[in-house]
């Protein structure tokens, strides 16, 4: 059954330290045996497993094609105390077909990432104890910006990477010579709350326009309970307010539902 999740990460461990970029893309990816980009394409030390059904990018020509290739010159590269990559981690309806869903990840990328270098992978499995299939897709990326530099002439790693140039005095923007031989800028919307709650509200409409355009019924909603409990008490619907009245699960995510810890 369709359900909503959308998660945004740091790459910080829970503790605070640093998770290394090219190390996370193993994981995810199953290449190079190596930690995070091997878990996302299950590659390598992971190949073993057979959950990564489909796998994309978008990356410089440096990268070669090699999302571990870009992350490892994003943990060289990036400052000290900077942010590496952040990942998002959807959930996608079990209703649909592979190509369906794609659909799904394709338009909101479109909408959210077009800007930005950036590594998917999307696995599905079946729940240890319900035997339900749980598609899901993790979307490693940069906060820098795919800029009007960078369209034109791609700055070479240990550039990209740098920081962005600031305006001289009397400038508004910095020129472009000053910022082709300086960092691509980080994208700002990521620290912004309010965009953040309309990527989810963006996200919920794609899946819920798919699954109307696939004829399924069945909807998500990216709301709290709280909140779609005053909807049903505001349209008298006493069972759906009963039911959203409901203590929320824990949510133990994608990956923890699984014993192998896939």
């Not at 479109?110 to 598609?135: F, T, V, W």
Request: hydrophobic share 30%; aromatic share 10%; net charge positive.
């Amino acid at each position: 059954m369709a359900s909503y999740h959308l998660r945004v990460k740091n790459d910080t461990k829970s503790g605070g330290g640093k998770v290394s970029a090219k190390r996370h893309v193993d994981y995810i990816l199953r290449e190079d045996g190596k930690a995070h980009a091997d878990y996302i394409n299950r590659e390598g030390a992971q190949s073993e497993k057979t959950d990564c059904v489909y796998k994309g990018s978008q990356l410089p020509k440096w990268a070669k094609n090699s999302p571990q290739r870009f992350f490892d010159a994003a943990t060289r590269y990036e400052d000290k105390g900077n942010r590496r990559y952040k990942e998002i981690e959807l959930s996608l309806p079990n209703e649909l077909t592979l190509e369906q869903n794609r659909e799904i990840i394709e338009r909101f990328i479109a909408n959210h990432l077009a800007n930005h270098y950036y590594a998917y992978a999307i696995h599905e499995k079946a729940g240890e104890l319900s035997g339900e299939r749980h598609p899901h897709v993790h979307i490693m990326f940069s906060e820098r910006l795919i800029d009007d530099v960078e369209r034109i002439s791609e700055r070479p790693a240990y550039k990209y990477f740098r920081r962005a140039a600031r305006p001289l005095k009397g400038e508004q923007v910095a020129s472009f010579e000053r910022r082709r031989q300086h960092g691509a800028p980080k994208d700002k919307k990521w620290h912004d709350k309010k965009y953040l709650c309309e990527m989810r509200a963006d996200f919920a409409r794609i899946q819920n326009e798919v699954l109307a355009k696939n004829a399924f019924s069945i909807r998500v909603d990216h709301r709290t309970l709280k909140a779609q409990q005053v909807e049903a008490e505001k349209h008298g619907d006493v069972f759906l307010a009963k039911l959203y009245k409901r203590v929320p699960e824990e949510h133990i995510g994608v990956i923890a539902a699984h014993k192998d810890g896939s």
